[in-house]
């Protein structure tokens, strides 16, 4: 029996123009669903997980929408609650070259933020799972998403069940003080932190030195300080970062750590073109976990991981549709891109 998933939060409807036109530019905007944990659900179930999605859209004809999307993609929907008004909207304007893409959030009361605690059976939604996933752009939602993803934490533990968390700070929906003092509560649940190379800043304080992110500038060794700070103030298993490069908005070189038992490990760096980048942290969170409940030793699995996400870079819209065998054969070392016949 396929080992069982479950991922938590928002699912969104995203709008971007075609290519890289601006919105000013645009006479269209393509359709397309996305969210943290609903990028996760889907890579998890492209990987051949049981994966299941908990969240709460509108019972109108875009909800039955979101559902078919879900379902296409393999994951299950059995614990998607229907109702409330709306589904939030992101509109994306994709950068190229020096012009960096823009996000522009129209998601203020949608079904998810406005759902109550009491609505979730946590303890039938964890049964037979194996493992829970949930991002820090939930709690940010809304006080009830706080006290849900604080009861999801209980309800997971009781049952045994590992829990996986992305930072993931989003400045556009919490201050840096009510994500501290929120995800501070919420960190000790946590078997697993997945975070980028600001979200430890932003949301703890936890700075890596002789770093300068918007210049281009990443000290590997300062990551090894911030995993470790992060693993022995909230006592996760396991810490991993991704390490984004920014040489443009085109052109990243991208790797990652993994930090566990005071020893870090990590992947080879890729210099990735970028195709669409938005999706890419939970490409890589997806790649984690598959690695880590296959057994994977840390060199594995935080190399199965940056593969993972390094191909989700070349896929248009956020959901990374790709299998376990492309992402080996990258990680193997087959790098090339040449046409396999």
């Not at 359709?31 to 943290?36: E, K, L």
């Not at 590992?162 to 919420?186: F, H, P, Q, V």
């Amino acid at each position: 029996m396929a080992k069982r998933v479950i991922t938590f939060g928002e699912i969104m409807l995203r709008l971007n123009p075609p290519g890289y036109l601006r919105f000013v530019q645009a006479d269209e905007l393509k359709m397309s669903f996305a969210g943290g944990e609903a990028n996760v659900a889907v890579s998890l179930a492209n990987y051949g997980l049981d994966a299941a999605f908990v969240s709460k859209v509108p019972t109108h004809e875009i909800g039955d929408c979101v559902v078919r999307e879900l379902r296409k993609n393999g994951v299950d929907t059995k614990y998607l609650l229907r109702g409330g008004d709306r589904l939030g909207v992101f509109y994306l304007e994709k950068g190229a070259s020096q012009r960096a893409s823009k996000v522009i959030y129209d998601r203020a009361n949608s079904a998810i933020a406005q759902a109550k605690p009491d609505e979730f059976d946590w303890d039938a939604i964890f049964h037979g799972a194996d493992w829970f996933h949930w991002t820090g752009i939930t709690p940010a939602l809304s006080q009830n998403m706080q006290l849900c993803c604080l009861e999801a934490c209980k309800a997971a533990k009781a049952n045994g069940v590992t829990i996986s968390c992305d930072l993931n700070y989003r400045k556009k929906l919490w201050s840096r003080g009510e994500a501290r003092e929120c995800m501070t509560r919420l960190m000790p649940y946590v078997d697993v932190i997945i975070a980028n190379e600001e979200d430890a800043q932003d949301v703890f304080g936890i700075s890596a030195a002789h770093t300068d992110v918007s210049g281009g500038k990443l000290d590997r060794e300062a990551y090894i300080d911030v995993a470790r700070q992060l693993s022995e103030r909230f006592g996760a298993r396991y810490v991993a970062i991704t390490l984004r490069t920014s040489l443009s908005a085109t052109d990243n070189r991208w790797a990652g750590l993994i930090y566990s038992d005071a020893e870090a490990r990590f992947s080879r760096e890729y210099l990735i073109h970028i195709v669409d980048r938005v999706g890419g942290g939970d490409s890589f969170g997806a790649g984690l976990i598959y690695s880590l409940m296959n057994g994977m030793d840390k060199q594995s699995a935080i190399d199965f991981a940056v593969a993972a996400s390094c191909l989700k870079h070349t896929i248009e819209y956020d959901f990374n549709l790709v299998s376990v065998d492309e992402v080996k054969a990258l990680a193997g070392g087959n790098a090339s891109g040449r046409v396999q016949r």
